[in-house]
């Protein structure tokens, strides 16, 4: 079975340009989530989808990020305007539901390698 | 303090050796417990989720302590290829949220 599918998965880029993040979680899982690894901060979650809805995006860092899920098999992040502090690993992982099989074990895919310049 | 807090190691483990750490979480209501393992450069991989009774996978034994409020993962008989970072992931929330630790670094060395 294929697993979470990230796209690209190395962006270089300059400051100020817009970058876009892609996912493609596993078939059947409902729930899908972005998160952001550096050094410094660790595993860290930006935002959240139930369904295709967001459902916490509190971890998101300022109005530069947006994430859409436009349907159950795509999401994507964007960073716009982006800067050099945004450079780091962006993962998408995915999950069952709630109360289904092996519900809250999120799978993670490979990650998208952001480096801003 | 951090919702999930880890020892950073490193662990340094010889191959053959019994290696266990724990991870702390500040959340009481939090039921759902996971350890992944990240290596270099890669995504964090599940490598088991954690049951209030304990649990075994081969030579990986994982515990909750509700009271104290912590997860422990035990490896026996270390391998050169468990040299790698160990996460724990903890629930946050009814939806499956997860909040995770920084890891725990082990090395395994020959």
């Known amino acids: 079975d294929a697993g979470v599918i990230q796209s690209p998965r190395h962006e270089v880029t300059e400051m100020g340009q817009e970058v876009t993040l892609r996912c493609k979680p596993i078939s059947g899982h409902d729930y899908l989530f972005w998160y952001r690894q550096t050094m410094m901060r660790g595993l860290e979650l930006l935002i959240y989808f139930n369904n295709n809805v967001p459902i916490d995006d509190s971890g998101m860092p300022e109005d530069r990020f947006s994430a859409k899920m436009p349907n159950a098999s795509f999401s994507t992040l964007k960073i716009q305007p982006s800067e050099p502090r945004d450079s780091a690993v962006y993962f998408c992982a995915s999950s069952l539901p709630p109360g289904q099989g092996d519900s809250y074990e999120q799978y993670f895919g490979p990650g998208t390698r952001l480096t801003v310049t | 303090r951090k919702e999930v807090e880890q020892d950073p190691g490193p662990f340094n483990v010889p191959e053959g050796a019994t290696v266990a750490f724990n991870c702390t979480y500040s959340?009481?209501?939090?039921?759902?417990f996971f350890w992944y393992r990240q290596d270099c450069r890669k995504e964090p991989k599940l490598l088991m989720s954690?049951?209030?009774s304990g649990n075994e996978d081969g030579r990986f034994t994982a515990q909750l302590n509700r009271a104290s409020q912590y997860i422990s993962l035990l490896i026996r008989d270390s391998k050169l290829s468990d040299s790698a970072t160990y996460l724990c992931?903890?629930?946050?929330?009814?939806?499956?949220?997860?909040?995770f630790g920084a890891g725990t670094q082990v090395v395994v060395t020959p």
């Open positions: 959340n009481s209501a939090s039921q759902s």
């Open positions: 954690v049951y209030s």
């Open positions: 992931g903890v629930s946050t929330d009814s939806w499956g949220k997860l909040q």
